[in-house]
């Protein structure tokens, strides 16, 4: 079955340090895309990196980058340089899935960026 | 401006009481889906739609209804709401559906007493 898998469901990190934030997939399919996005205390879903299974370079976006470890399934967002503004939620997410237009997501991982 | 937009955004009903929560995006995308968002439990996709008329499940279908009868616009039907479907939902848009960023709107906030 497809499967999203975020292991650390809170985390801390200092200002201005780096943070990787796990994120583990599960598919048989050989293409697929790879999404992360971030939702702070507001609510809204922003989006921030992607990865397409078939890439192989690791994304980048600014601060973000993707991790991309296709053998082990794994598809880790960094952020350098940790600010105050990057405490969220952050979700990883997979489509498709299997033939169908399916998105699947994790179940989040909560960053809290310290002063 | 390019968005993704929802109404209401916040909503108290009663168990049985028939609602439905819009959302339209002005993005001319093909490919419009709903969610939910629990507590440890991320998001999950209720329903998807490829096209005008063209719906399929998500993960959790169950106790929803949509239509796409227009492109812009995918409303979410709870016919008989329950207080399980107490939730944060949100309707997101991307231009075919295939490994793309998905544009999100601000998000439904349900509570069914």
């Known amino acids: 079955a497809q499967k999203i898998t975020q292991t650390q469901p809170g985390m801390f990190v200092q200002e201005k340090e780096a943070v990787t934030l796990d994120c583990t997939y599960d598919?048989?399919?050989?293409?697929?895309?790879l999404f992360w996005y971030k939702q702070p205390s507001s609510g809204e879903m922003i989006f921030l990196i992607y990865q397409g299974s078939y890439d192989e370079q690791n994304a980048t976006e600014g601060r973000y980058s993707l991790n991309f470890q296709k053998a082990r399934k794994s598809a880790n967002l960094v952020i350098s340089a940790s600010q105050l503004g990057d405490s969220a939620m952050y979700f990883c997410?997979?489509?498709?899935?299997?033939?169908?237009?399916?998105?699947?997501f994790g179940t989040g991982t909560r960053l809290k960026v310290l002063a | 401006e390019a968005q993704v937009t929802q109404n209401p955004r916040y909503l108290i009903t009663v168990t049985g009481k028939k609602l439905t929560v819009t959302c339209s995006q002005n993005m001319n995308h093909e490919y419009m889906s709903w969610y939910r968002q629990d507590p440890g439990l991320g998001l999950r996709q209720i329903y998807y739609s490829m096209n005008v008329e063209v719906t399929d499940k998500g993960d959790v279908p169950e106790g929803y209804k949509v239509s796409r009868k227009e492109k812009r616009n995918f409303p979410l039907i709870l016919e008989s709401p329950s207080p399980n479907q107490t939730s944060l939902y949100f309707c997101a848009s991307s231009l075919s559906g295939d490994q793309e960023t998905q544009y999100f709107g601000p998000g439904t906030r349900l509570l069914v007493l």
């Open positions: 997410a997979m489509s498709p899935t299997s033939g169908t237009y399916k998105y699947i």
């Open positions: 598919t048989s399919d050989q293409s697929y895309g």
